[in-house]
């Protein structure tokens, strides 16, 4: 039976072949689906992080983990919200705050915070250098969540004057730290999301001054785990990396 036309510099189908078409289509949709579904399947892992901490900290560096682990899935997850393990399909996550995070998990200290000011070096040499503490008068207080500004102040004077009125807050530390990058201020930031941009240049520390954050980076995990080879991978590579 003839399927095709011959045409001069082509091919049709003929009526039969418009006929037949979408059966053996089918058939052959099928076949392909059957062979995929034999091929192994790369093993997933969710990870949820807050989304300053996958901004500045993970994903500069995921790519390490992928590379390394072409096997594994990684989906990620950017809340500030604490998410579910059973009901979000989370199989770990990146948390600041303070242990305990709830019954059945487990829980490692990844990072504990020192907190520095920060600002661009175009601050250090403009209109209002910034030099000493009374210069913060001339520059905007870039806040965020942590709400360490009042305690940063009153160790740079040891009087807690006011050394600053203006001040913009940001629901995310990575938006003060870019803030801070563009040169709209001074923002109060641990090593741990400012250090790309204080080993590139962009940020400087205009000041000594550290203090210690009330909270810190955990990693936690459900005890019962439903992927634990692929958990514990990235469990050692973050902590790892944290090292």
């Known amino acids: 039976m003839k399927l095709f036309e011959r045409l001069p510099r082509s091919l049709a189908l003929s009526e039969e072949g418009r006929a037949y078409l979408p059966s053996v289509r089918r058939a052959f949709e099928l076949i392909a689906d059957a062979t995929q579904n034999l091929k192994p399947q790369p093993a997933s892992l969710t990870i949820s992080v807050t989304p300053s901490f996958a901004a500045k900290w993970l994903i500069p560096r995921l790519g390490q983990f992928t590379e390394a682990h072409p096997d594994l899935d990684v989906r990620v997850v950017a809340t500030d919200g604490l998410s579910n393990f059973q009901s979000d399909g989370v199989d770990i996550a990146v948390r600041y705050g303070q242990p305990p995070f709830g019954p059945g998990l487990t829980v490692d200290l990844l990072f504990s915070l020192d907190f520095h000011s920060v600002c661009s070096p175009a601050l250090l040499t403009g209109a209002h250098p910034l030099r000493t503490p009374d210069d913060l008068r001339h520059h905007m207080l870039l806040h965020d969540t942590h709400g360490l500004w009042p305690e940063y102040l009153e160790g740079l004077t040891g009087e807690g004057r006011v050394l600053a009125t203006r001040g913009l807050k940001f629901s995310l530390s990575s938006l003060a730290i870019d803030a801070a ?59 790892a990396q944290a090292g």
């Open 181 to 239: 990058v563009a040169g709209q201020g001074v923002a109060l930031a641990s090593d741990v999301l400012a250090g790309p941009d204080l080993a590139a240049g962009r940020l400087v520390r205009p000041f000594d001054l550290s203090i210690r954050g009330l909270a810190s980076f955990y990693i936690v995990a459900p005890r019962k785990r439903r992927r634990a080879e692929a958990i514990e991978r990235m469990r050692e590579w973050l902590l």
